[in-house]
């Protein structure tokens, strides 16, 4: 057994409690585990990690006091606040008390924090500890978010007017459009950026990790360099560095890589939406015949629906679906995604465009067909669409021949094999970038030293 000594500096890494923010919390954590810091996750109660999972891993709850209501409640601000309410006092007692007792092997050098848990920057300077931010999204979507100020300031958005013309381009913004921007309504636009200029506050902190990479984002992250008073590093794609055992909160149902095992190389069309972004039920439906009428191999997330009444999962599909499909589909509550996107078998993927799911795709040359939400997840489909030009866009329109064809532009057509041709040679890249003397091992390399060189 590895002794105690070995490991002279603590880290204490504290994620987001969803899904999107837990998965590169918890990879960093490996990164950095295996540069030889001791790694203590503090995390909420409410979606508490399987430790099970992460033996190298000390964990700390942090008693939360949520209401299942605000959280349940679906607004984004509203929980946020509320983990930023409720969590300060009970991280920095625990804290104070494991520093007294000295409970730990090694010193806590110091927090690493999601950006939306920024109560932990201000435990961080009670404690006379260091911190750093963790950036969980893209280097282009915060670059989005900084904008919005000076958007407003010169009458391009308002929250008085009507909506700006959702197709025209955004200054300065190149190729972003306004229906691209993180902002899901312009009237209530003041509630946005009070989050922005709390998750932005970097007064009190070190420097910003990033998960993304030079060789996909240099010319956004150049710009928040210029903007940012402290250094920045982007060490990603986190995943590819450090892989983990299982960080999912449901369970992984590794069924449908056996049955990926018998289909052909890049004949499968992946489709899953994330942790939070979900069809109706009509939808579901369009996207059933729709798949069923492209004649092409599938497999398909559909996560149960907490508020359904339907005493089976698979009772939220149409009637006779599942017998329907026999062996040419698959369908799962949840995937081991990254060895999903990682099978030969799989040669696209239909996808909601969150920051994990379009860098897991990325890395496995995967095309994607991009049906974005809420968030940064216009951002990403735009950029997926228009600069990487790896995705093709998906339109409003849930209708069962748009589906069956899009699905067949993707896997069958030409277009689609030019843009696993792209995909694959941007794969590449990445590989170059993560792999000795490649930016992100350049970068991680100086964070290490530059952690190890922090005072407060
Ligand atoms: N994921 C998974 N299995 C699934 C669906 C998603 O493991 O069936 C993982 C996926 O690999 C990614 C994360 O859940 O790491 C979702 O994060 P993302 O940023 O893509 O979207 P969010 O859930 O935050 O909207």
């Not at 018998?262 to 369009?286: F, P, R, T």
């Not at 995909?423 to 930016?439: N, P």
């Amino acid at each position: 057994m590895e002794k105690q000594w070995k490991r002279p500096h603590r880290l204490v890494l504290v994620p987001c409690p969803f899904q999107g923010h837990i998965n590169p919390m918890l990879h960093l954590g490996y990164i950095l585990h295996s540069k030889g810091f001791s790694i203590t996750i503090s995390h909420t109660q409410f979606n508490f990690p399987n430790t099970a999972n992460h033996p190298d891993f000390h964990f700390l709850p942090i008693v939360d006091g949520f209401s299942d209501r605000v959280v349940s409640s679906g607004n984004f601000i509203d929980v946020i606040s509320s983990f930023n309410n409720n969590c300060r006092a009970p991280l920095e007692e625990s804290l104070a008390l494991v520093m007294e007792t000295r409970e730990y092997d090694g010193e806590i050098t110091c927090i690493i924090y999601d950006e939306y848990m920024y109560f932990a920057a201000a435990v961080a300077k009670h404690l006379k500890l260091p911190s750093i931010i963790l950036r969980t999204s893209s280097a282009i979507h915060d670059l989005t978010y900084n904008a919005i100020p000076g958007l407003l300031k010169d009458g391009h958005i308002s929250t008085q007017d009507a909506d700006p013309i959702l197709l025209e381009s955004v200054p300065g913004l190149h190729p972003l459009r306004f229906k691209d921007l993180p902002i899901t309504n312009f009237k209530s636009i003041n509630d946005l950026l009070q989050l922005i200029a709390n998750a932005h506050e970097t007064r009190t902190s070190a420097a910003i990790i990033w998960n993304t990479m030079d060789c996909l984002e240099g010319k956004s992250l150049a710009q928040l360099q210029q903007q940012s008073q402290v250094p920045l590093f982007a060490i990603g794609p986190f995943h590819k560095i450090a892989p983990a055992k299982s960080c999912s909160i449901l369970e992984e149902d590794t069924n449908c890589i056996e049955w990926l095992d018998k289909q052909a190389c890049n004949s499968v069309i992946y489709i899953s939406l994330g942790s939070i972004a979900s069809m109706d039920k009509k939808e579901l439906a369009e996207m059933e015949w729709g798949l069923a009428n492209s004649q092409q191999h599938f497999l398909w997330v559909v996560r149960p629906d907490p508020t359904t009444t339907c005493s089976e999962w698979t009772d939220s599909l149409p009637e006779g679906f599942i017998e329907a499909i026999g062996e040419r589909g698959c369908i799962v509550k949840w995937a081991p995604q990254k060895e999903v996107l990682a099978h030969g078998a799989v040669g696209g993927f239909w996808s909601h465009c969150g920051w994990n799911s379009t860098l897991e795709g990325l890395c496995e040359g995967v095309p994607m067909i991009c049906q974005p939400y809420f968030g940064d997840q216009w951002v990403h489909a735009r950029y997926l669409t228009q600069v990487w030009r790896t995705g093709q866009e998906w339109g409003d329109n849930m209708e069962r021949g748009e589906i069956e064809r899009a699905v067949r532009r993707l896997i069958v057509d030409k277009e689609g094999k030019e843009m696993r041709q792209r995909a694959v040679h941007l794969k590449e890249k990445i590989d170059i970038c993560m792999s000795e003397g490649g930016g992100s091992y350049n970068s991680l390399y100086e964070l290490v030293g530059y952690i190890l060189s922090l005072k407060i």
